[in-house]
């Protein structure tokens, strides 16, 4: 009767475990090393408690045949020497211990190997369990033995979790160790049980508690997480559909105002002021699709930390009227009072990262304008806040309008990247909805912060509290005289009889470079790629040319390439030379100075930043 109890118990635990199974398969990945470790464990596991359970029954003289009973219980001991082995290869995928894995498996798989040896020569000279004259089961002082040698296993992989977890500095790491040690303490309790108890089914109930307990700390934990990753990721897919499905909107609708214009004025040579207007039409959208470009670029860097902010010299003052003047033109187009105030500015000269306080400010100015009505109006006010530093200013930034305001459900995703309240068919506001989320990065990369209220039909209030380091009497001095240096040395600038090379394979991009610079009386001599400027300069002689103009994509030989051939030269390191690239960001100026450029212009290029950069290469 009691093995008949014994087998009914272990068959529990098998359905226990077969219904655990069933309930996490589907959700489990077969792929991956953790789960699929798991599965095989709890397969195993289930498999080995209906062989206990069949073992009790065996065990219960159902069976009378001597030799059939006495392999029974071979095949039982040799299901309970692998077990060990099952949850060694889990507990070492689990916590990645890869070393530990490949040691205690060659250990014990010598254990396993020899207790198959034992139970083969037991056959023989029944040192381990016998049938005994009255037809009893009975087992020796070694078959006990032999399951203090398996209980081993857990025992060892108990103290190494405790080690591990008592030595090791990382929280994460700490918690895996605690999970190893607190299931692998149910294969121990049911050994020790077994000891005292070799009738009960200790082994099916160890395991099967200690696979409840993986399934409760660690998998349930894990399947979680993944619902909430793959919610996370479809959401993200989702976000990033709809962005997708604004910019075909947002992109083809300045490039169709691009092309259509084109189309107006190549069909209006006999009328000037049409070919004047469609003219002016087409550099708007095109500035429109370059900032549409440029902010989902910008995104792209601050996402891949690509982002830095710099700390330069800078008067805020002179910063923030160049974006008034920028944003006083927005206003004017669409008649809107547009009001800039100072509070409380004692320190204006500070060190900062003035493209990045300018990007922040036209961002929430030109929103700000964007969303107020035609006749409303818009506040900016900048106040330097009281600071017990005497060597740190913190200024507040604040955009206020009476516009159409925001929903107090949009406000909680306003900074999101990708995110816009309406779309732009129906607000008529074109934007790639990253402008916020961007300003929202670079204020946190500054250590500032930033805050807004709205409300619908109301308007919005945005503000930002940014830290600067303020400068010195000596530090403002040296900065005052630079700028006047530099205003005096532009004064009869010319570059009218200077030779110029411009290196640049594309040749709208060469027509485009020296129509701009055909008004300046500057020479230009062109080169479809690098080898053929290297070339130029090597049959002319490194004096006659006064600058270089260098595009940094070219087929045959690159921009960096050539500059440092030029640079070998004799006497190359004299001529100034400009980088023209598309590739606009700082580490992308930074290279080009470290292959021994002098300057760096983005295109699209821009005249007036092209000139004052030849001005200073060659003042």
């Not at 008034?324 to 669409?334: G, P, W």
């Not at 107090?408 to 909805?433: D, I, M, N, P, W």
């Not at 062109?526 to 270089?548: L, M």
Request: overall charge neutral; aromatic content about 12%; proline content about 2%.
């Amino acid at each position: 009767m009691v093995h008949i109890l014994y087998s009914v118990n272990a068959f529990v635990c098998a359905l226990v475990l077969y219904i655990l199974q069933a309930r996490i398969n589907k959700d489990l990945d077969r792929t991956n090393p953790t789960d699929n470790a798991f599965l095989f464990l709890i397969g195993w596991t289930t498999a080995f408690c209906i062989i206990d359970s069949i073992w009790g029954i065996f065990a219960s003289h159902l069976i009378k045949n001597d030799m059939l009973l006495f392999f029974f219980s071979t095949m039982f001991h040799l299901c309970a020497a692998f077990t060990p082995l099952v949850w060694l290869r889990y507990v070492g995928i689990f916590l990645n211990e890869k070393k530990l894995l490949k040691f205690f498996s060659v250990v014990f798989n010598f254990f396993f190997v020899f207790q198959i040896a034992l139970l083969i020569l037991n056959f023989f000279n029944k040192k381990m369990f016998y049938i005994d004259a009255d037809g009893f089961y009975c087992s020796t002082y070694l078959r006990r033995y032999l399951f203090y040698i398996q209980y081993m296993t857990y025992i060892v992989i108990a103290v190494f979790s405790f080690i591990r977890y008592i030595t090791n500095s990382s929280s994460r790491k700490n918690k895996n160790y605690l999970f190893v040690l607190l299931f692998d303490l149910a294969p121990i309790g049911a050994g020790i049980f077994q000891m005292f108890y070799p009738d009960a089914p200790a082994y099916s109930i160890g395991y099967m508690i200690g696979s409840c307990i993986i399934y409760s700390f660690v998998v349930s934990k894990m399947l979680n997480l993944r619902i909430i990753e793959k919610a996370v990721f479809e959401a993200s897919n989702k976000s990033k559909t709809e962005f997708l499905f604004n910019m075909s909107h947002d992109i083809r609708t300045p490039m169709n105002a691009i092309l259509g214009y084109t189309n107006v004025a190549l069909h209006s040579a006999d009328n000037k002021d049409k070919i004047i207007d469609s003219l002016k039409k087409i550099e708007i959208s095109g500035n429109h699709l370059l900032n549409l470009i440029n902010e989902i670029l910008e995104m792209s860097r601050i996402e891949s930390g690509k982002l830095s902010i710099t700390n330069d010299p800078m008067n805020i003052l002179y910063s923030i009227e160049s974006v008034h003047q920028i944003s006083q033109s927005l206003a004017n187009s669409k008649n809107i009072k547009l009001n800039f105030n100072t509070k409380n500015i004692s320190n204006p000269f500070v060190f900062g990262d003035e493209l990045h306080l300018n990007e922040i400010l036209l961002n929430l100015l030109s929103n700000a304008i964007k969303y107020t009505n035609d006749g409303g109006q818009v506040d900016f006010t900048i106040e330097q806040l009281q600071n017990t530093n005497a060597e740190t200013g913190r200024f507040k930034f604040t955009v206020k309008d009476n516009g159409i305001g925001m929903s107090e459900q949009f406000q909680t995703h306003l900074f999101e990247s990708f995110s816009r309240e309406q779309t732009s068919t129906v607000s008529k506001q074109e934007g790639t909805g990253l402008g916020l989320a961007i300003v929202k990065k670079i204020v946190e990369l500054s250590n500032g912060t930033i805050k807004v209220e709205s409300k619908i039909k109301v308007g919005s209030t945005f503000i930002i509290e940014l830290p600067f380091k303020l400068m010195n009497s000596r530090q403002i001095s040296g900065f005052k005289k630079e700028k006047k240096l530099l205003s005096d040395s532009k004064t009869g600038f010319s570059l009218k009889g200077k030779k110029a090379l411009l290196a640049e394979d594309n040749e709208f991009n060469r027509e485009i470079t020296i129509e701009s610079l055909s008004d300046t009386g500057v020479i230009i001599d062109s080169a479809e790629d690098g080898k053929i400027a290297v070339k130029k300069v090597q049959e002319n002689g490194t004096s006659y040319y006064d600058f270089i103009l260098m595009d940094i994509q070219m087929p045959e030989m690159n921009g960096y390439e050539a500059t440092d051939k030029i640079r070998k030269l004799s006497g190359g390191d004299r001529i100034p030379i400009i980088a023209l690239s598309a590739n606009a960001f700082k580490e992308d100026k930074e290279k080009s100075l470290a292959a021994g450029m002098n300057n760096h212009i983005a295109k699209p290029i821009n005249k007036e930043e092209l000139l004052k950069a030849i001005h200073d290469c060659l003042k």
